[in-house]
Every structure is written in C-alpha cells, then in structure tokens.
C-alpha cells in the first residue's frame, strides 16, 4: 500500500489548477496515465478535460458503471484487470474524473494496485468538490454498508474546476449542498447563515462558496489526518444519515437517496438530539429544520424502518468498543464528539422529523 502522507494534497482551481496538472506531469516521469470517468463523466466531462491535458505520456479511459450501487470491491476488480491488461506498472497515474463515488473508488483501486500508485482527484459534483476529493479518504461499500473498506492516503492534487457542474441535475447540486450545510453547523455560525441562504446554485456563485467550504474541511483534517479526534466532526449528521442512506440503497420497494439527501435528514436527527442531550438552542433547531426541509424533499419512515436504520447504525465507522458514537452539536459552530446516545432517544428524533 502506498505510505499514507500526514500532509495533505494541494487544491487548485479552475485555470491555474490545469497549468498545476499540465507541470505537474512535465516534471514527473509517468509511464502511462488512466483516466477513470463513470458514464456520466465520460459523455459529460472528458472531452473537456482532455481538451485542457498537455502531455506527450501515452492516455487510456477506464469507465465504470455510475452509481453508489457500483462503488464496491466487484467494480475495484474490474478495474484492476484494465489497469493489468493495459500493462500498467509503479509509474503509471491514475486521474479520477467524477463524483464521490469516481474519486472514493479511484483513490482505493491505486492505493492498493502493485502496493500503490500515483493518483489525481479531478471532482464533478459539488459534492465531490466540496467533500469527497479532500482528506484524503478512500474506499468502497461492503454489500450496503458504506465505506467499510479503504484506506487514507492523499492525491498528488486535485483540481476543482466548477465548470464541470454546468450539466449537472438540480438535485445533485443539492446533495452537495447537504455537505456545504454541515460544514456551517459544525464550524461557523456565520458561514452557516451564508449557506442556508443560498437560493441560486448556478456554478458561477458557488465559486467562492466551494473555496470556503474546502477550507473548512482541510483545517479540520490538517489537524487530525487519520481520524482520531477532531475530524469526526466532519461526520456530523453522516451516523443517521448513512444508515439511512445504506437501508435504502437496497430496499426493493423504496426509492434511493443520493447521500447529501439522506445527510440533510441526518442532520434534523441529529441537531434535534443535540437538543435533547447537549443544550443546542430549540428556536436554533427549528430554524434549521426548516431550512433543510424547505430544501430537500421530506420522506416517511415507518416502526420498522426505523428499527432497521437503527440496526445499521452499529457498522458506522466511528463506533468503538461496540458503542455507537455520534458527533452532536452545544451550538452552530459547537460539535462536540463521542456522543452515546439512546435508541429510545433516536426513535424520538426519527418521530420529530416526521411531524415537523
């Protein structure tokens, strides 16, 4: 596996981060570059990027399947048996062109091929701009358990270029909204105040905003790289929201949440527990909930999913000992980490998000 560095991936953007990848592979001796696109990515995005590539290295596309459905250890493995067929060795690259799932799945796959390759994240959605392309998390889901496998191991950079969001639909501009969201509950009332105000999503007026969101998050994981303390804060609305977001995923009569929608539910869950157990202000909870209900659609759940979410709950990746442990909320701008909370206490919030 390639040694996890503790510092962490330069970002660039737009027009200065192509002329950062363009030296970046003049000064580096890459045998071949693999370009990693989904569908989507490879009818919608490469044609740009690789108008923009100034490189003499040989270029191979590797597409998946799109979908969170396909970010598993099946796909890594087709993926892989490219990379062998198309004679890749320890000085290949692999460029990850896409979402979350493009960046996650492609972060793993180079990490773990002949114990680790070079790897590029180039992300197309907001969510991935915002979330997924920084830190330098990896990995894949086990069945309908998200992220159960990966390591943390950073890119050589990644470049966010918000012109990739102009053919994205509207509700995946919203699912990452989710994430810019989070990042305002967690760090700074004010920028939270900034965020939830947001009613264009045209890529132009998000410029800034994907700036100060990123920055936000990679304050956070310069601290705490692997996850130890602080970073877990990054998880907040993500240990209801996940399980909700798994129990669907595979639900044959139930309608599929992209994450940021099933992170904006996890969120009212967990800022109304934050309530219960942590003193977060009640006019404040309300206000929140309002906000992301009048955002995203709101969906029902009945005893027996929410006994199942419940169940999921115990694969989260922050749990120890057994304990489910959730990142909670004194204030906006307050988290506070390793909270035990009941299951009588998490029904109770599954039934406020339901009749409010």
Known sequence: MKESKADLNPVYYAENGYKKLNDFLKETNHSKIFVLVDANTHIHCLSKFLSRLETSHPIEVIEIDAGEEFKNLETCEGVWNALSELEADRKALIINLGGGVVTDLGGFVASAFKRGIAFVNIPTTLLSMVDASVGGKTGVDLGNLKNQIGFIVQPEMVLIDSAYLETLPTVEMRSGLAEILKHGLIADENYWEKVSALKDLLPEALDTIIKESVEIKKKVVQKDPYERNIRKTLNYGHTLGHAIESYLLTHPEREKLLHGEAIAI?????????????GFPEEKLKRISAIIKDMYQSHLFS??????IQQLMKYDKKNEHGKIQFVLLKDIGEPVIDCQVSEELVKESFHYYLNN
């Open 266 to 278: 996890g969120m009212i869950l967990e800022t109304y527990i934050s309530a219960k157990t942590q």
């Open 303 to 308: 005893e027996n999913d929410i006994e199942k």
